[in-house]
């Protein structure tokens, strides 16, 4: 502050002191937006961000989102501290006119208002960057999340647009590229447009990404092969390994590399040997129920039903509580024994996964229809 102050003096000190008085004015505006206003509104963005990815939870029984942070969870953790920011930004805006940090104050805005799902309002700011700010490391960011935001608001041409727009621009720097094409493959995901999802994620993998993002992008594109082209998945789930990722991404990446084995030339042995091993070591002792039921969906495809029974009694066996992986071994019992017509043992399984599956299964009609019926029977 004591620096502030002797500037100011120096400048009225100085001849031409109006004009001084307007560099210096300008000074102090860019140095108190950028260390008082703005930083504390940083400080609040990057305290809710953390504590909202300390929260998330992946579910890998669904494609990974391609970003981390998930809305639900921003919505319920970081609201409070989202709108802090805002206030904070926009006081920046108001009070500090001349000051370069404006820009980053929008930006940080739009993101605040996305984060919040209001989406209407994060795409009017957002526009406003690109148009105010065109050619700026800002404007470009600022692209990025308008392609997040209609994809969110399901106006997918729109973000397509943005994404075309963005990629003929010679302005368009290659540092945010990265970003650029994650947003695209995101919007693609969210059309069920799997081949071109995972072409973006390929050129996302080219450009300068954190290595947290890298990962998770060469996992997500794992799966992805996994369902479109297996043969390119295992490379991508070895690439996610090399980059260290925690134990349970390890693990997932372990056992879909041994699924892609299954439709590919090494066949069904190798599957075995590489979830066997698993299964016996000490490390994925908590993850014998999923290892388990993967081998019992080899012994399936071999037609071999003892193994396969054994198996999913096995899953069943090391399966401590009712969740995704004990339900999914549940329909492999329950789907064996009707097509056998074991039906009592059959309505045993059904009536279980009636009582726990949730409306929004795939399968929740047909596991409702076939439990009253078998009950009635």
């Not at 009592?344 to 009253?372: C, V, W, Y």
Request: proline share 2%; glycine share 2%; hydrophobic share 40%.
């Amino acid at each position: 502050m004591a620096l502030i102050v002797s500037l100011i003096l120096l400048g009225l000190m100085l001849p031409g002191a109006v004009q001084s008085q307007s560099w210096v004015k300008r000074q102090y505006q860019n140095v108190t937006a950028r260390f008082n206003g703005l930083y504390y509104a940083k400080l609040k963005h990057r305290e809710a961000m953390e504590e909202i990815m300390l929260a998330h939870k992946d579910d890998y029984a669904q494609y990974l989102p391609v970003f981390v942070v998930s809305l639900d969870a921003a919505v319920s953790s970081g609201a409070s501290s989202f709108e802090e920011s805002i206030k904070k930004c926009s006081n920046v805006i108001q009070r500090k006119e001349h000051s370069r940090w404006i820009d980053e104050s929008f930006l940080l805005i739009g993101e605040c208002y996305y984060l919040r799902r209001n989406f209407f309002d994060a795409i009017e700011t957002f526009q406003y960057i690109n148009t105010k700010f065109k050619g700026s490391s800002e404007a470009d960011l600022a692209s990025v999340w308008l392609v997040r935001s209609y994809t969110a608001t399901k106006q997918h041409s729109r973000a397509q647009a943005f994404v075309d727009r963005a990629l003929e621009s010679k302005k368009f720097s290659s540092e945010h590229k990265g970003w650029l094409y994650l947003a695209a493959a995101e919007s693609q995901l969210a059309q069920n447009r799997f081949q071109k999802a995972s072409e973006y994620l390929e050129l996302a993998l080219k450009h300068r990404l954190p290595r947290a993002q890298r990962r998770r992008t060469a996992f997500l594109l794992g799966q992805i092969y996994l369902d479109i082209e297996s043969r390119k998945a295992p490379a991508h789930f070895r690439s996610a390994l090399k980059m260290r990722p925690e134990p349970e991404m390890s693990f997932q990446c372990k056992i879909r590399m041994a699924s892609a084995y299954t439709d590919i030339r090494e066949g069904n042995l190798k599957a075995q040997r590489i979830l066997l091993k698993l299964a016996k070591s000490k490390k994925y002792f908590a993850y014998r129920d999923v290892l388990y039921y993967e081998l019992a969906q080899i012994d399936q495809d071999r037609k071999d039903n003892k193994s396969m029974l054994s198996n999913l009694r096995k899953s069943l066996e090391y399966s401590s509580e009712i969740n995704a992986q004990r339900k999914k071994t549940w329909i492999a019992f329950a789907d064996y024994y009707f097509n056998a017509k074991n039906y009592p043992k059959a309505q045993m399984f059904f009536d279980s996964l009636g009582q726990n599956t949730d409306k929004d299964h795939p399968r929740f009609k047909e596991i409702k229809n076939k439990q009253n019926y078998l009950g009635e029977l």
